[in-house]
Every structure is written in C-alpha cells, then in structure tokens.
T-cell receptor
Framework: AQSVAQPEDQVNVAEGNPLTVKCTYS??????LFWYVQYPNRGLQFLLKYITGDNLVKGSYGFEAEFNKSQTSFHLKKPSALVSDSALYFC?????????????FGTGTKLQVIP | DVKVTQSSRYLVKRTGEKVFLECVQD?????MFWYRQDPGLGLRLIYFSYDVKMKEKGDIPEGYSVSREKKERFSLILESASTNQTSMYLC??????????????FGPGTRLTVL
C-alpha cells in the first residue's frame, strides 16, 4: 500500500526567509508525486508534480520541490516566503502499475508566514 | 481553464435526511472523484469514477453512494445522513484514461453540517 507523511502540522516562517514543507512517501513502485495548496474556504490547487527526469521540479508561485529517491522525500521549497503563501499544503503520491491508481494524500501542513 | 463546480458551498441537514452533493466539470474529463476532508486526516477518497456509469470504491465508501449518468456530472449521495458525516466534501476531476500522471482539478468544496 502506498502512503505519504507530512511530519509537521504547522510551519512558521518569517516573510522573506526560505521555507521548506516536508513530505516523505512509501510506495512499492516508481512514485508520481504532487503538491497542492489550499487557501481558506477554497478547493485544492495544483502546485507542481514529479513524474520522471530532473529531480528538481519547478512549479507555480515560485515554489519548487526536490525528489530524493534514497530518502523517499519530496520536500516543497521556496527561496523567499510571502505572507500570501500562508495556506494549507498537501503532498500526494500515485504509483504507476499499468492500471488506474488512486492518489493518496498526506494530512496537510499549515504554513504561516509572519510579516 | 478547467472549471469544477459544486452545487452548494454550505449545507445544513438533519440526521436521517437523504443528501445529494452535485459536482460538474466542464473539460470533458473521464475521471471524477469525491473526497472528504477532516482536520488531521487530510483528504480521504470516498468514491471515484473513470467513465459514465462506472464507479469504484475509495478508502471510506461506507454510508455513501454515487451516480454518474453523464460524463460531466458526478453526484455523491448520503442515503441517511449522520452526524459523523459532518465534513468538507471536495470533488475533483482529471483527464486521461489512466489518470496516473494527471493533476487533479478541484471544486471549491461543500461544507456539510449534519445536526
């Protein structure tokens, strides 16, 4: 069974500082990894995904994530946080096995950027 | 842009009532999903559908059913609502027959309260 863990319920960072939101996964095959963001009272929005190729993936709003196969991690990063980045972030994983596979989401990490 | 709409943003129902949550997408996507979102639990898949009249159980299907009579519409039904079904319900869709690498497009969510 596939699973994904977001070890931090909340991350606080000062505006202008770099931010990291952690995600680790467990799968039996090659993973497809996603990050989504949820602003208050809204649905989830896609940020970025790793399918194959370059381990550093760049996405929307200046976010990027690094796929690390040996550490089974896919941490979300941004060089300089904005107050508007404050939101709930979800990591998700799928496994390629030839047929349809549902996605498994993490429990979410609340990012608070302090002015 | 893909648009996924849900029939209600907020809904209040009584225990035992039959509840219908409607979701419509306008991009001709094959795959549609219903999730519930609860604090500390993240998103959990209730049901998904990969074609008209086709449905598959997700991780927590008990107490729910679904209907997909048209490609663009996916309905979630609570046959007899209970207080433990108070939650945020999110609908999503993806293109492609397998949907493995495709991002999910989410609706704004329906916050259901069962009294």
């Amino acid at each position: 069974a596939q699973s994904v863990a977001q070890p931090e319920d909340q991350v606080n960072v000062a505006e202008g500082n770099p931010l990291t939101v952690k995600c680790t996964y467990s799968v039996s095959g090659n993973p497809y990894l996603f990050w989504y963001v949820q602003y208050p009272n809204r649905g989830l929005q896609f940020l970025l995904k790793y399918i194959t190729g370059d381990n550093l993936v760049k996405g929307s709003y200046g976010f990027e994530a690094e796929f690390n196969k040996s550490q089974t991690s896919f941490h979300l990063k941004k060089p300089s946080a904005l107050v508007s980045d404050s939101a709930l972030y979800f990591c998700a994983v799928r496994v390629h096995s030839g047929g349809y596979q549902k996605v498994t989401f993490g429990t979410g990490t609340k990012l608070q950027v302090i002015p | 842009d893909v648009k996924v709409t849900q029939s209600s943003r907020y809904l209040v129902k009584r225990t035992g009532e039959k509840v219908f949550l409607e979701c419509v997408q306008d991009m001709d996507h094959e795959n549609m999903f219903w999730y519930r979102q609860d604090p500390g639990l993240g998103l959990r898949l209730i049901y998904f559908s990969y074609d008209v009249k086709m449905k598959e159980k997700g991780d927590i299907p008990e107490g729910y059913s679904v209907s997909r009579e048209k490609k663009e519409r996916f309905s979630l039904i609570l046959e007899s609502a209970s207080t433990n079904q108070t939650s945020m319900y999110l609908c999503a869709s993806t293109s492609g027959l397998a949907g493995i690498t495709d991002t999910q497009y989410f609706g704004p969510g329906t916050r259901l309260t069962v009294l």
